[in-house]
């Protein structure tokens, strides 16, 4: 399948392209200047045809950050198949652009110099500056107005080859079981944690590759980055968040990281919260791992940062443990991502917590465990009235959901909820993974479950 790069500054209108060409929001975009960061691809159809598109970072080297950007985005273009240099038409053509565009020539695919910002007819003149790059292909439009954006994209659609030209043997030999289980074979896993805390150089880590943009500036990673791995027969899906501040420092472009931190963990099964082992945890480590809780996923803490820690082992999972007693369940595991020590260990990690995350007991052994747990320590009564378990069943996945029948279900003190829970997780080995615990009546409809 063929990828098409957006290359430009920043602030020409590369996302609102991209958003453009995928018909529907996923790049954010704003009118500060480099709000993308990091290379975001996402499968389309021009004129029916299949292609990736591939939205960049504005190409700056104003600073570190931005250089990192600068590096990124041109390695995307140099594997591209078509690219497109895009330049605002309502300024004057800079000798950086063309100095770029000339570079992007020299590969010898096709390339278009598209002119954004031309909102009618008045302003082509102004499109007429940037003759000087001797571009073969000029398209000038208004994507915020989509005007001239039809031409584009019917000539990226010829330079793509026809839907029968395409080898599509493998899928046509898929049955509808095969599907399936290869849709449940990704596992996504949502990298979350405070602003440099090295989220983006924990996923280089894990995929081996320079995926993210790494620098020393906190709230680098703005879009979510989306990277997977094929690991032990399966596919382990990355998903690189906005490092989250305090509520009152959240500026700009990072309130819609915000928005797409919380949509990502929508989808998520398993959560890597990254605290930095080199310094105390703070309040809000306390609350971005109240995301996961909230989101019932799967989680593993990472101490990242190991190799330059602030306190030995034991005094660190002591305070650990104590601050985050919710999450008494995760796994802890420390690394350094920037000499990646250790960091291959939390592939194996998260099949295994994603196996208890996902599974399913049955219901004679769930309820001889509970006819046990209850002989060993009796339910208390309410008041004067017995309470009893009439019987258990486990009736979703992802984390295990447990309803409980019961005579008087409001009467469950969660104190023995969670010594059934804790009976739960030693004995079926459900260790990373949340379990929910619902107690109703006899009779009552599986809807009155507040999930």
């Known amino acids: 399948m063929k990828t098409i790069a957006i290359i430009g500054l920043p602030n020409v209108g590369k996302s609102s392209l991209f958003n453009r060409m995928a018909k529907k929001r996923i790049a954010i975009t704003s009118d500060f200047s480099g709000t993308t960061r990091d290379v975001r691809d996402h499968e389309v159809t021009i004129t029916d045809k299949p292609c990736i598109i591939l939205d960049t970072g504005g190409l700056s080297d104003s600073n570190e950050l931005f250089e990192n950007v600068k ?17 605002d038409g309502k300024m004057l053509p800079s000798v950086e652009e063309k100095k770029i565009f000339y570079r992007l020539q020299k590969h010898k695919r096709p390339i278009a110099l598209v002119i954004n910002k031309i909102d009618n007819d008045k302003e082509m003149q102004r499109a007429w500056e940037f003759d000087e790059f001797g571009a073969k292909k000029v398209f000038p439009i208004s994507v915020s107005h989509n005007r001239g954006v039809t031409s584009l994209l019917n000539w990226i659609g010829d330079l793509l080859p026809k839907i029968e030209e395409i080898d599509t043997e493998p899928l046509l030999a898929i049955t509808e079981n095969e599907l399936e289980v290869q849709e449940s074979n990704q596992i996504n896993i949502g990298i979350v944690g405070r602003v440099n805390v090295g989220k983006s150089s924990l996923l280089n880590a894990l995929v081996g590759e320079e995926r993210a943009v790494v620098s020393s500036i906190a709230g680098t990673t703005i879009d979510p980055v989306d990277e997977y791995i094929d690991y032990k027969d399966r596919r382990l899906n990355f998903v690189d968040t ?28 398993i959560a890597l919260l990254i605290l930095d082992g080199s310094e105390p945890f703070r309040e ?13 996923l799967a989680t593993i803490i990472v101490l990242n940062k190991w190799d330059n820690k602030y ?3 034991e005094k660190t999972i002591k305070e650990l443990r104590y601050r985050f007693k919710f999450l008494a369940y995760a796994p802890v595991i420390t690394v350094s991502a920037l000499n990646k020590k250790r960091v291959y260990k939390i592939k194996d990690m998260i099949l295994d917590v994603y196996k208890n995350y996902s599974q399913r007991i049955s219901t004679s052994q769930l309820n001889t465990l509970f006819k046990e747990a ?54 079926f080995q459900l260790e990373g993974s949340p379990i929910l615990l619902y107690a109703r ?8 479950i507040d999930t």
Request: glycine share 4%; net charge positive.
């Open 441 to 448: 009546k006899k009779g009552e409809r599986d809807e009155s």
């Open 374 to 427: 209850s002989t060993k320590h009796r339910i208390p009564g309410d008041k004067t009235k017995e309470v009893k378990i009439y019987f258990a069943t486990q009736y979703d996945i992802k984390p295990p959901k447990i309803v409980l029948v019961m005579n008087r279900p409001k009467a469950l003190h969660f104190s023995y909820k969670r010594y059934l829970v804790n009976r739960l997780r030693v004995k």
């Open 311 to 313: 306190k030995n082992y």
């Open 71 to 87: 590096i990124k985005s041109m390695h995307a273009a140099d594997r591209a198949d078509i690219i497109i240099m895009m330049v």
């Open 242 to 269: 906005a490092g989250l501040r305090r509520r009152g420092k959240i500026e700009g472009i990072e309130k819609f990281a915000l928005m797409r931190t919380n949509d990502m963990l929508k989808e998520a099964d």
């Open 284 to 296: 809000l480590d306390e609350r971005i791992a109240n995301l996961a809780d909230k989101n019932n």
